[in-house]
C-alpha cells in the first residue's frame, strides 16, 4: 500500500508565505511525476505545479512567479512553496504522485488534504 502524508498548511495574511510537504511512503519501485493540486469551495480541483523525477516542472498559470514546487527524490518528498499569497489561493491542497509499486502496478495516489486559508 502506497500513502502521500502532507504536513503544513494553515492560516496566513495575504501577502505572507507557506510551505507545504508531501511524503510518499510504501512499497514503492519509483515515483515519477509529484505535485500539488487544489479545490476551492465550490469549485473544481485544479493544478497548482507539478515536477517530474529529473527536475521538469509545469506551474498554473495563476501561481507562476509565486509558487515553488520542489521534490527529494531520496525520500520520496515533494514541497511546494508559496509566496506573496493571496485570497483566491484559499483552498484545499491535495499531494499527487505517480507511482510504480514494487508489484509493478502503476497507481495513482493522492494525499489526504491540507487546509490553506489566505485571511486578514
Known amino acids: 500500500q502506497v500513502q502521500l502524508v502532507e504536513s503544513g498548511g494553515g492560516l496566513v495574511q495575504p501577502g505572507g508565505s507557506l510551505g507545504l510537504s508531501c511524503a510518499a511512503s510504501?512499497?514503492?519501485?519509483?515515483?515519477?511525476?509529484m505535485g500539488w493540486y487544489r479545490q476551492a469551495p465550490g469549485k473544481q480541483r485544479e493544478l497548482v505545479a507539478v515536477?517530474?523525477?529529473?527536475?521538469?516542472?509545469n506551474y498554473a498559470g495563476s501561481v507562476k512567479g509565486r509558487f515553488t514546487v520542489s521534490r527529494d527524490n531520496a525520500t520520496n518528498t515533494v514541497y511546494l512553496q508559496m509566496n506573496t499569497l493571496k485570497p483566491e489561493d484559499t483552498a484545499v491542497y491535495y499531494c499527487?504522485?505517480?507511482?510504480?509499486?514494487?508489484?509493478?502496478?502503476?497507481?495513482?495516489?493522492w494525499g489526504q488534504g491540507t487546509l490553506v486559508t489566505v485571511s486578514s
Open positions: 499527487n504522485a505517480a507511482v510504480i509499486a514494487a508489484t509493478g502496478r502503476s497507481l495513482e495516489v
Open positions: 510504501g512499497s514503492i519501485l519509483g515515483i515519477s511525476t
Open positions: 515536477i517530474a523525477s529529473r527536475g521538469r516542472t
